[in-house]
């Protein structure tokens, strides 16, 4: 340790401790008349909102929540998620972002390993919460969520129904001090493999995280996406790392914002229109949906800004979305994270070169947002150049990161061996700081000797006209190890085969972009791909259903 100079306080100082509190307090200074918005059911100002964060502060207190209790969420995205965001943290105790499109046996697993003690339920997850409450070993009460006129539910340890509770309480709640290294929220990474790992944030990094947020997304020039005359609506689940952070960010500068509560992608588009968004975000599958939703064909997004992140951008999305006038941005993170680790930015000498040139760099990983360190590391733990070219994986280190798997120790020490925080992604980092993601460590297709990015593969396969949507993925081959196989998503009208495929690649082998290792031989085309409960292209299982198809040599496999 440096011997630097620490100076004592007077003995009157007071040391603002980093809280979820204080995000609360400039929003509504900034705009107290600015809306929040929950579908078309309910709408309500600035002022309101921060009472009803008192209200349900003082609803949960007066049943029994104490501070360092855990409080779980079950419901879509919605404004009475975004006040539990505030006021559980806020009053001591911890919120629990269930996922709710975990399987009933992931979500029991995820409950009792939280230590869930109050559990509030949309009335939508009634039916999933009574078939596992009998092996839930924590939890004590329930509180019911409902947009419907019935404010009753046979729930097991129910207090009652949020909205009866909020009104009986009073709109304002003194909020205490306290250590601002307490935990404030957590929740189970999606990972395909063993059971979800429990990940957790404290007052300190959130804070940090959206100050950080806040002054990238809103100060940087080339990229700016965000300020408070923007309006907001996420099209990520607020169960996936808090929605990424953006509503806390969104509240901190009093923006108005758009919950559409489950997703269904017509009533976003109407959204959309209706409410005037101008800025959102989701992983890349989910805008390919709602650029093909009913009321989305013809229609122009006006300059809308969205934030693609959780699976790379590939060209054709970017593309696709542009023409429509809707301007895309990659940013990378994940569970572990918080999320934000690098975002799309583009320099000065970026500035000065060709558009295409540009949208190159845009779609890639981007530059690390200030307060974070990323290097490239070796198997042997040693640091790779950062040369737009050495592969290794992608480590980190910032104030925000998870700093162990909740009760998992020897997770957590490979978590963060030698110190920094393993992403379990090759990457590439170049001169200008850019992050390149080249795949995720285990879906690295490796054939012959040579690695392919399925990454990489699927974006090229996406610039073809008659692909909706692709995903790689390498499969077992007794001669080269494994080899990379499509599957496809045709656009209506169009046809596809292994043959075409081959013909569209041809000139990125012939341009040595890829090798003639990384053409597919065989694919499959296909009406729809699987996704995880975020929405990504779920790896693992495509694997084994392709496994499942070539022994029953499926009709729609087509091979060179
Ligand atoms: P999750 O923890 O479910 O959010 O998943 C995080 C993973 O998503 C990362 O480790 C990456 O593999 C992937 N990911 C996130 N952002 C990007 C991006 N911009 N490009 C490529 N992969 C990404």
């Known amino acids: 340790m440096l011997n630097t100079r620490v100076l004592k306080p007077a003995d009157s100082a007071h040391s603002t401790p980093l809280l979820i509190k204080n995000l609360l307090l400039s ?25 009803r964060i008192c209200r349900l502060a003082g609803a949960l207190t007066a049943a ?45 697993y995820t409950m009792n390993h939280a230590e869930d003690i109050f559990v509030l339920v949309n ?72 059971n979800p790992k429990g990940v957790y944030f404290t007052h300190r990094q959130l804070v940090l995280h959206t100050l950080t947020q806040a002054g990238m997304m809103g100060g940087l020039d080339s990229v700016r996406s965000f300020g408070n005359r923007d309006v907001y609506m996420p099209i990520t689940p607020m169960f996936h790392v808090h929605a990424w952070g953006i509503p806390y960010t969104a509240t901190l500068l009093g923006t108005k914002q758009v919950y559409p509560g489950r997703y269904e992608p017509e009533l976003l588009v109407d959204l959309i229109k209706k409410e005037k968004v101008t800025f959102s975000h989701c992983v890349p599958t989910i805008l390919q949906m709602v650029l093909h939703a009913k009321g989305a064909e013809d229609f122009d997004f006006g300059g809308m800004k969205v934030i693609i992140g959780g699976s790379a951008l590939n060209r054709s999305l970017y593309e696709a979305a542009k023409s429509k006038n809707m301007h895309l941005s990659a940013a990378y993170g994940m569970s572990e994270t918080c ?61 925000w990161l998870t700093q162990a798997y909740y009760r998992e120790p020897e997770k957590s020490q490979e978590l963060w061996e030698h ?106 085309v296909v009406t729809e791909i699987p996704k995880t409960s975020v929405g990504k292209l779920d790896k693992k299982k495509i694997r084994g259903e392709i496994a499942q198809w070539q022994e029953a040599q499926a009709p729609f496999l087509s091979t060179l």
Not at 70 to 85: G, I, N, Q
Request: proline share 5%.
């Open 419 to 524: 110190g920094w925080m393993h992403t379990g992604d090759v990457a590439t980092i170049d001169e200008m700081g850019f992050i390149e993601i080249r795949d995720r460590i285990k879906d690295v297709i490796k054939t012959g000797g040579e690695w392919i990015s399925s990454l990489e593969l699927e974006d090229l396969i996406s610039t073809c006209a008659a692909v909706k949507e692709v995903a790689v993925v390498g499969v077992p081959d007794p001669q080269w190890d494994e080899r990379p196989f499509a599957l496809i998503v045709a656009k209506d009208g169009h046809e596809m085969s292994a043959k075409a495929l081959r013909d569209h690649l041809k000139k990125y082998v012939d341009e040595g972009r890829i090798n003639k290792w990384a053409v597919p031989t065989q694919i499959a």
């Open 64 to 108: 029994g929540v104490k501070p360092g209790d855990t409080v779980a969420v079950m419901d879509w995205d919605s404004h009475r998620y975004l006040e539990c965001m505030f006021a559980v943290p806020m009053i001591g105790a911890v919120l629990h972002t269930i996922n709710i499109r975990l399987s009933p046996e992931q979500i029991l």
């Open 339 to 399: 999320p934000l680790i690098s975002a799309g930015y583009v320099n000065l000498e970026l500035e000065a070169g060709s558009e295409d040139e540009r949208a190159t760099y845009r779609i890639k990983a981007g530059v690390p947002v200030p307060m974070v360190q990323a290097r490239i590391m070796a198997a042997d733990g040693s640091f790779l150049p950062q040369d737009g070219k050495s592969q290794g994986e992608l480590v980190l280190r910032a104030p």
């Open 123 to 194: 009335s939508e997850f009634v039916p999933i919460y009574k078939a596992i409450e009998a092996h839930l070993t924590t939890v004590t009460n329930t509180i019911l969520l409902t947009d419907g006129d019935d404010k009753t539910a046979d729930l097991p340890g129910l207090v009652g129904e949020y909205e009866q509770l909020l009104a009986a309480q009073e709109p304002s709640y003194e909020f205490a001090d306290f250590d601002e290294n307490s935990v404030a929220t957590t929740f189970y990474t999606t990972g395909t493999t063993g």
């Open 27 to 51: 929003g509504v200074r900034y705009e107290r008349s600015q809306e929040i918005v929950y579908r078309d059911i309910s709408r309500y100002d600035y002022a309101t909102f921060n009472q």
